[in-house]
């Protein structure tokens, strides 16, 4: 589609080259799902709105990894919003996030599932192939919300045919529940500090890494950065 065209569906929605670019070829979608919540205020949440916006320019050094990545921002404190709807990834908006509240984790990460889902029904529609959806989520404290239905809806959506239908990745900043990211996704990293620089730049290779490979690899990630380890599998 050239930048004027756009394509209407037989349920009248409406997908335009701003919502998904090269559609011919594969495309990654992924949501960063961000706690803001209120002990995230000062340095942490400016140290997280930096690295955001720094990993945009990151991944668009790369050509394909430019066409091919659609980033979703959705944060969570009392409330859940959707900060940037999915969009191509060179079209992300700076962000600017303000700390308060509690931490809504239960109701954030459904709401990040659901905008998943719906980036595979318009990558359906389009005939788009697409790799496996990432939610990369940072939080720094406990849920004030349940979270059980969050929890089975992420093993449910991993568990889907032999591969599963999502990557959740559940990032700890100190303050965190260990349990708690057990409970969620064996793809638990946790941080030394505030400073979210690095972990965003493995994210940016490892957005790159995956999108210029075929969808049927399973590429090898890079290492974290020292500032972040895996909590042991086993645990998880």
Same mark, same amino acid.
């Given at each position: !589609?050239? #930048?004027?065209? @756009? ?32 002990? !995230? $205020? ?47 990834? /060179? ?39 697409? $790799?496996?959806?990432?939610?990369? !989520? ?20 991993? /568990? ?15 303050? $965190? ?5 057990? /409970? ?20 940016? #290779? ?26 042991? @599998?086993?645990?998880?």
């Amino acid at each position: !589609m050239s #930048e004027l065209q @756009q394509e209407r569906f037989n349920d009248g929605s409406i997908v335009n080259e701003k919502e998904l670019s090269a559609p011919n070829e594969p495309h990654l979608a992924c949501v960063l799902l961000l706690d803001t919540s209120g002990s !995230m $205020y000062g340095a942490p949440i400016e140290s997280l709105n930096n690295a955001v916006n720094q990993f945009k320019e990151q991944v668009c050094k790369d050509p394909i990894s430019r066409k091919r990545i659609d980033i979703a921002i959705i944060e969570f404190n009392s409330n859940v919003k959707v900060v940037q709807e999915f969009t191509p990834i /060179s079209l992300m908006q700076p962000v600017e996030l303000k700390a308060n509240g509690g931490t809504s984790m239960g109701a954030g990460i459904i709401a990040a599932i659901e905008k998943v889902q719906e980036r595979n029904q318009v990558y359906a529609k389009m005939g788009t192939p697409c $790799y496996k959806p990432w939610i990369f !989520m940072i939080t720094d404290g406990e849920p004030t919300d349940d979270i059980s239905s969050a929890r089975a809806r992420i093993a449910e959506r991993e /568990s889907i045919g032999k591969f599963g239908k999502l990557k959740f990745w559940a990032v700890g900043v100190p303050g $965190y529940n260990e349990e708690t990211l057990k /409970s969620l996704s064996k793809r638990c990293i946790a941080l030394d500090g505030a400073d979210f620089t690095n972990i965003f730049n493995w994210l940016s #290779e490892s957005m790159t890494i995956i999108s210029v490979s075929q969808v049927t690899d399973n590429p090898q990630l890079g290492k974290l950065p020292e500032d972040a380890r895996f909590i042991p @599998q086993e645990l998880c």
